[in-house]
């Protein structure tokens, strides 16, 4: 089992930036796919973004395309998610998730292909 804690949420106003990062402990944090979750009060959790174990291939969800980027440091055991253009329905609570790759190739997008997951961050963005 791998420990996964979030940091970088905070409040930050429309059109703002902020990077979220995720530290992962406990395993070989090379041999895990990592997404980007985040779930609005109300709402179900919903894929952010993903990344394959090794970085070279990652997913975004279209309404994050072109202001969000999910990236890796595998040296560090971290996986980020740099945050541009900041809009008010972007304000959730904001999760890292991982899960042990079978192939180097492979990421995930749904929440139950995740087996570990972090305690969350808020991010709250105001008009």
């Known amino acids: 089992q791998v420990q996964l804690v979030e940091s970088g949420g905070g409040l930050v106003q429309a059109g703002g930036s902020l990077r979220l990062s995720c530290v992962v402990s406990?395993?070989?944090?090379?041999?895990?796919?990592m997404g980007w979750f985040r779930q609005a009060p109300g709402k179900e959790r919903d894929v952010v973004a993903a990344?394959?174990?090794?970085?070279?291939?990652?997913f975004h969800e279209d309404s994050v395309k072109g202001r969000f980027i999910i990236s890796r440091d595998n040296a560090k055991n971290t996986v980020y998610l740099q945050m541009d253009n900041l809009k008010p329905g972007d304000t959730a609570i904001y999760y890292c998730?991982?899960?042990?790759?079978?192939?180097?190739?492979?990421?995930?997008?749904?929440?139950?292909?995740?087996?570990?997951w972090g305690q969350g961050t808020q991010v709250t963005v105001s008009s």
């Open positions: 998730a991982a899960r042990e790759a079978s192939t180097a190739s492979d990421w995930y997008v749904e929440p139950v292909s995740y087996s570990s």
């Open positions: 406990g395993r070989t944090f090379s041999n895990y796919a």
């Open positions: 990344i394959t174990r090794s970085g070279d291939v990652t």
